[in-house]
């Protein structure tokens, strides 16, 4: 591959230059941070002169990291790909990858060949996948490995995004080992983050992202099983309580519905506030119900009796006012002519 080595009339950059600095911004963001990465690039491309363009290989910079990464289905397969990040319109910043300039496509092969950090490598190389460069499947490979190495260093929102691109495109191209190394990273950031007690969003997301994988079930169910027994939050552990069922056998559910409804009521127990620990009790008795196990929903429903008969604390206030018969006519008339109640109240 021939490397740009001279800079663009006006650029005052080569490609050598170039992906120096944006390996030198990845270099000085740890824990890597991707919108913190494209913040730092945006503050160096120099403005344009007015009515003059900006250099190609600024305008290749700029363009080329202002994509966002998309997770879509099509047809049953997970696919990624990169999407522009605004709209106005019909048209789009940046422009679909399909319609941009060759000039700027060969910056972006360039840098591809020179960036060393994980940040600029996987998007560089992912950019060389969307716009079916000549060894496409290559550089498909070579962005699923440095979002793996992305996911290893960086923080959890930008890790479960990288894990997630790296998977589906190993599985793009079919390349087994890749596909088995993006699977175990998932696996570890799990198990680490399980290991220190701290469940997040994010680990239910590595972990629902495995799931897909119906060969892995058996390991993410017990993966999520764990995630919802020491869940600091139970919005997480009843996300894992849905993903550990999901992914078990149904011989299995049964101490899951009937752990999931004692978190709810260890929850209501340990409230301060007697309408937070009805919330909870409401809870409870929905998944009892939803569990369909005798005697749970008699169970939960006993103590929601007890807690309805205590004062919630709410606060009650009234409010009189008086209005013209002639105006009061009106309104029901108004009303009692609608079309449907939601056109009734709207009046």
């Known amino acids: 591959m021939t490397i740009v080595s001279s800079s663009d009339e006006g650029a005052g950059i ?38 003059a363009d900006i250099p190609t290989i600024w305008r290749a910079i700029q363009q080329g990291f202002g994509y966002f990464l998309e997770f879509t289905v099509d047809d049953g397969r997970p696919r990624v790909e990169l999407v522009p990040r605004d709209h106005f319109g019909e048209e789009t910043w940046p422009p679909p990858i399909a319609d941009v300039e060759p000039a700027v496509r060969k910056v972006w092969d360039d ?17 060389g996948w969307e716009a079916k460069s000549p060894e496409a499947h290559v550089r498909a490979r070579q962005a699923s490995e440095a979002y793996l190495q992305c996911a290893k260093s960086g923080r959890n929102g930008d890790r479960v995004q990288s894990l997630t691109a790296a998977l589906r495109l ?15 990273t998932a696996l570890d950031f799990a198990k680490e983050a399980l290991d220190n007690g701290s469940p997040s969003w ?9 799931a897909q994988d119906a060969d892995l079930h058996d390991r993410v169910g017990e993966l999520a099983t764990k995630a919802a027994s020491v869940a600091p939050t139970v919005h997480i552990a009843n996300r894992g309580f849905a993903l550990a069922r999901a992914c ?76 013209f018969d002639e105006l009061s006519e009106q309104l029901v008339d108004t009303q009692i002519r609608a079309d449907d109640w939601a056109q009734a109240l709207d009046d």
């Not at 080569?14 to 030198?24: Q, V």
């Not at 890597?32 to 690039?41: D, E, R, T």
């Not at 994010?202 to 495995?210: F, R, W």
């Open 202 to 210: 994010a680990t239910m997301q590595s972990l629902e992202l495995l």
């Open 248 to 323: 078990l056998p149904a011989s299995e559910h049964r101490a899951l519905w009937e752990a999931q409804v004692a978190r709810h009521l260890l929850e209501a127990d340990a409230a301060e506030v007697p309408l937070l620990a009805s919330h909870h009790l409401h809870e409870a008795l929905r998944i009892a119900e939803k569990s369909c196990i005798a005697g749970l929903r008699e169970q939960v429903s006993a103590r929601l009796q007890a807690v309805s008969r205590q004062d919630l604390g709410l606060l009650r206030f009234q409010y009189t006012s008086h209005v």
């Open 111 to 127: 840098l591809a060949a020179l960036v060393q950090e994980p940040l600029p490598r996987a998007r560089l190389n992912h950019l």
């Open 14 to 51: 080569t490609a050598i230059d170039a992906a120096r600095l944006l390996d030198d911004l990845a270099e000085s963001d740890s824990p890597p941070s991707w919108m913190g990465y494209v913040h730092s690039i945006e503050a160096q491309v120099p403005a344009a002169d007015e009515g």
């Open 170 to 184: 190993a599985k793009a191209v079919k390349d087994s080992a890749l596909i088995e190394l993006a699977r175990e």
